[in-house]
């Protein structure tokens, strides 16, 4: 017997169609669809799900909420217009088989879904993830940014440890464990994202060489703790800012932190606090509305 499914729906905007389609993402945890009327200029970005994550009343004040930090950074959110709903079942797993592909992220890293039977380049290490399961799938541009920096800082020959905040399905984690990071830390807010981060693990065989636990950042203690060669903190940039703080302190005097999740409109603020607290901006990345980077201390 096939259990229907809970459709969210939002209608927006097709400016801020990415914007929507990753807060999606993250609340759901799962890619969502989108329908771009080129009539209407609008899009309607749809999550599907067995159960909804929350109540549908905290549902709709959580989408709220989010759409009105949208429109706070200047993205045009159209109407706004929220569904839930139920829907008969369909074979999503054949659905996004058309759409899902294999992410050739560089010459040692590749993220693949476990129906591609893509063969990996000589020595690259590749990551296993299917959409349905996770939080961040190395799709979005952000979560793109921070794997092709994690392959780009690898230094082989040496040891380097790696902390992931904010880990969602585990992607950046287990790959900083495929490509030899060692050892690796990985923690999340939502109990839901720590167990698929962790079941993410297992698949992926890296389950003993990555430590993935729920903690709260800005409960985060500032002094004391182990500190790591290279930090990821994919978040949104009110979190970045506020507790700039505590995720620095993490960070090893020769250490390097990838920054992603900031709307280009916020970035520069993002960068004058990290600014203040030593670090230098080394690169950064603009793709559409998302600006990204990776910092290290001045010396």
């Keep these: 017997m096939k259990v229907p499914l809970w459709q969210v729906s939002l209608t927006t905007s097709a400016e801020a169609e990415e914007t929507v389609a990753a807060l999606f993402e993250n609340l759901f945890g799962r890619p969502s669809s989108v329908f771009l009327d080129a009539a209407t200029t609008t899009a309607t970005v749809s999550a599907y799900c067995p159960k909804l994550p929350r109540p549908e009343s905290e549902l709709r004040a959580r989408l709220r909420t989010a759409l009105k930090k949208v429109r706070n950074c200047g993205l045009d959110i159209g109407s706004g217009r929220i569904v839930i709903r139920k829907v008969a079942p369909a074979n999503w797993r054949e659905s996004w088989k058309k759409h899902f592909k294999p992410l050739e992220i560089s010459r040692a890293l590749s993220v693949k879904p476990t129906w591609s039977g893509r063969r990996p380049r000589a020595g690259q290490a590749v990551v296993v993830l299917d959409p349905g399961l996770s939080f961040g799938t190395g799709q979005h541009p952000t979560t793109a940014f921070c794997l092709e920096q994690l392959a780009a800082r690898r230094a082989s020959g040496r040891p380097q440890s790696f902390l992931d905040i904010g880990t969602g399905s585990g992607i950046l984690a287990i790959a900083a464990a495929k490509l030899g990071y060692e050892p690796v830390q990985a923690f999340d807010f939502d109990p839901a994202a720590v167990r698929v981060a962790r079941a993410n693990a297992i698949q992926n065989r890296v389950a003993k060489r990555v430590r993935i636990f729920r903690q ?57 606090t990290y600014a203040a607290t030593g670090l230098k901006l080394i690169v950064t990345r603009q793709d559409k509305e998302w600006q990204s980077a990776a910092f290290a201390f001045t010396r």
């Design 216 to 272: 709260d950042l800005i409960l985060l203690p500032i002094r004391g703790g182990a500190k790591f060669d290279v930090i990821c903190a994919n978040l949104t940039s009110d979190l970045l800012v506020q507790q700039a703080k505590r995720i620095v302190r993490r960070l090893r005097p020769t250490g390097t932190l990838i920054l992603a999740g900031i709307l280009e409109i916020q970035f520069v603020e993002v960068r004058r």
